[in-house]
Each structure stands twice: as structure tokens, then as C-alpha cells.
């Protein structure tokens, strides 16, 4: 099959466009001839030598595909050859062939396409876990979401407006894309270029009470301002470590507050509780891009040889929403 390779670790000149062995479905498995498949963050540090796979993955960049199931694995029951399915894979969604876990699968309304479908797993489940599931956003609370016009956090405004309506929604952004951001549904908009310290604007925007979840993929830098921003029992998601691993905490503050702290990554979780995942998302959120309530946002559909381009287009953060490769008819 051809697939994108690498050669070492490194820039964009390390990937390749070539020919690879075609995956066989195991045991619980369904073999996926991918239509379309989308760029993440994670992609961009696995190639630097950063970001391994889990172990029995493939190597192959690419953490989300859309396409159709092509061959089922032993095992399988409740799904068929021709089915138009997209999936999470811990790998491999950078070729024309992937492996996926049927538990995984969820099938494409029909009036989604594929590129369009390509952009939901990675970064809609994301936001979905980490927001609703895990951070427990109530309709008619407040979230500080931060991230700007990036796959999760454009994610995460749509999914807030669909299913938390009444929630009040602060986002951080870069001056390029405020108002785009602004647009897409955030109440408030804060640029943190020249707010860096967002803690006084939240204040003033939530009349000093705070904010009930934040979604944070920044890391050190922004620990003080979040538990600064956060209201009473308000809870704090960090799904990313960008500016750095280190910071210090006021434990006191913390207590008194009620306030907590959650660590998630998705990528390493174990196959049945991607599945609990999944469940979950498919009963809650999947409604709402069948009815067209949510639209995936695409910056560009790259064709799958010009990958490249599509992993410079995300370094240079010259996006809004997702970049998406298109890999077959």
C-alpha cells in the first residue's frame, strides 16, 4: 500500500511519501481503506523522535482515519465490509490501509463527508473527554478554554455551544484568529499576546466568582494564572506540557478553593476504555454532527503527498480548525 514513511527523525524533509506492508486485521480488529485522514499536534512530535506509539501500533504517522471497512477480523460482530466508519488508531492513519479496533468504529452520518469526518475522532473526543467527561462542564457554567483556532479548542466551542447552550465561554487566542474565535461561539475573547496573566480579565469577565473548568494544554506557564482563574470547586484539565513540566503550586489556595487538578492524555489509554470513550461520544455528540449542528471546521485538505506542506502549515500555526489529508477515493 503507499503510505507516508519517515526517514529518521527530524523536520519535514524526514517524511516520504512510499510503499509499505499492508495491515492485517487481528482478533477485535477491522481493516480500513482510509478516504481521509487529519493532521494533529502529536503527529508533528512523533516525527521529531518525541512522541513513540504504543507498544503492538503502528509506526506509520496518524491518529484518526475515515474510509470504509474493507476486511473484518476474527471476531467481529456488528459490522460489515462497505461500512463508512471512521476510528482512533494508536498509528497508521497516514496510508491508504489501517487496522482499527471495532470497539472504536463509529459510522459516518450521511451527510458528512469523508474529509469532513477525518477531523472528528482526535480532536472532537478530545475536547468531549476532557471537557465534559473528565472536567464535568455543566450546562449554565463557565469554561476558560485556551488554544485559540487549534483542532481541540475549536472543537471544544462547538461541542460547549451544542451541548452546554447556557455555559459562558472565555477563550484565549492569538490577535490573528480572535475573531474568528469570537465567531465561532466564545462569549469572551482574550488575547494572550498581550495578556499573557489572564487571571484579572477572568475576574473581571466572571465579576471575581471565577471559572468552573479550564482546558489547558500549555502547561507550567499558565498553572498560576489557571488555579488564579478558577472558581470554588472549579477543575483544571491540562492535556498538554508546551512552555515546560515545572511550576509551583499554592496548596493552601488550592484546598481552601475545593479546587482540582487532572492530568489526560487519550493516545496510551487501554483499548477498552477508548471504547467507554467512544460509547459515550457516539451517544452524546454524534447526534449533534448528524443533524449538522456541528460542522468540522477544515482549514485545507492537503493531498496526501503533500504532506509535508500540511505539517508546515500546523508548525507555522497558519490554521483554523483542522489540516486534513485526503488519501483515496
Known amino acids: 500500500m503507499k503510505a507516508v514513511l519517515m526517514e529518521g527523525f527530524g523536520g519535514v524533509e524526514v517524511l516520504k511519501f512510499g510503499e509499505a506492508q499492508r495491515p492485517t486485521p487481528k482478533e477485535n480488529e477491522v481493516l480500513v481503506r482510509v478516504h481521509a485522514t487529519s493532521i494533529n499536534r502529536p503527529d508533528l512530535v512523533q516525527r521529531e523522535g518525541k512522541y513513540p506509539p504504543p507498544p503492538g501500533d503502528s509506526e506509520i504517522l496518524g491518529l484518526e482515519v475515515a474510509g470504509v471497512i474493507e476486511e473484518l477480523g476474527p471476531g467481529v460482530s456488528g459490522w460489515k465490509v462497505g461500512d463508512r466508519v471512521i476510528s482512533l488508531v494508536g498509528g497508521g492513519g497516514y496510508a491508504e490501509y489501517a ?16 474529509e469532513e469526518a477525518a477531523c472528528i475522532c482526535e480532536s472532537y ?17 463557565t469554561a476558560l478554554l485556551h488554544g485559540g483556532g487549534g483542532g481541540v479548542n475549536t472543537a471544544a466551542i462547538q461541542l460547549c455551544k451544542a451541548l452546554a447552550p447556557k455555559s ?3 477563550v484565549t487566542a492569538s ?19 498581550e495578556t499573557p496573566d489572564f487571571t484579572e480579565a477572568v475576574k473581571e469577565i466572571t465579576n471575581k466568582k471565577g471559572v468552573d473548568v479550564i482546558l489547558d494544554h500549555v502547561g507550567a506557564k499558565y498553572l498560576g494564572p489557571n488555579m488564579n482563574s ?20 499554592n496548596l ?3 484546598m481552601v478553593k475545593r479546587q482540582q487538578i487532572i492530568g489526560s492524555v487519550l493516545r496510551s489509554r487501554p483499548v477498552s476504555e477508548k471504547g467507554e470513550i467512544v460509547a459515550e461520544f457516539v451517544r452524546r455528540a454524534m447526534p449533534k454532527f448528524a443533524d449538522r449542528t456541528i460542522v468540522p471546521i477544515i482549514e ?6 503533500q ?23
Open 99 to 114: 487496522v482499527a479496533y471495532a470497539n472504536h468504529l463509529m459510522i459516518i452520518p450521511e451527510l458528512v463527508s469523508f
Open 307 to 329: 504532506v509535508a506542506d500540511a505539517h508546515r502549515m500546523m508548525e507555522e500555526d497558519k490554521h483554523f480548525g483542522k489540516i486534513v489529508l485526503k488519501v483515496g477515493a
Open 230 to 249: 478558577l472558581g470554588y470547586k472549579g477543575r483544571l484539565v491540562i492535556i498538554g506540557v508546551i512552555s515546560g513540566i515545572k511550576a509551583e503550586l
Open 175 to 193: 490577535p490573528e484568529k480572535m475573531a474568528r474565535v469570537k465567531e465561532l461561539g466564545a462569549d469572551h475573547v482574550i488575547n494572550f499576546r
Open 300 to 305: 485545507k485538505a492537503f493531498p496526501i503527498e
Open 168 to 170: 459562558k465561554l472565555i
Open 125 to 141: 473526543i478530545t475536547a468531549f473527554l476532557n471537557v465534559f467527561m473528565i472536567g464535568g462542564l455543566q450546562d449554565g457554567e
Open 252 to 254: 493552601a489556595l488550592m
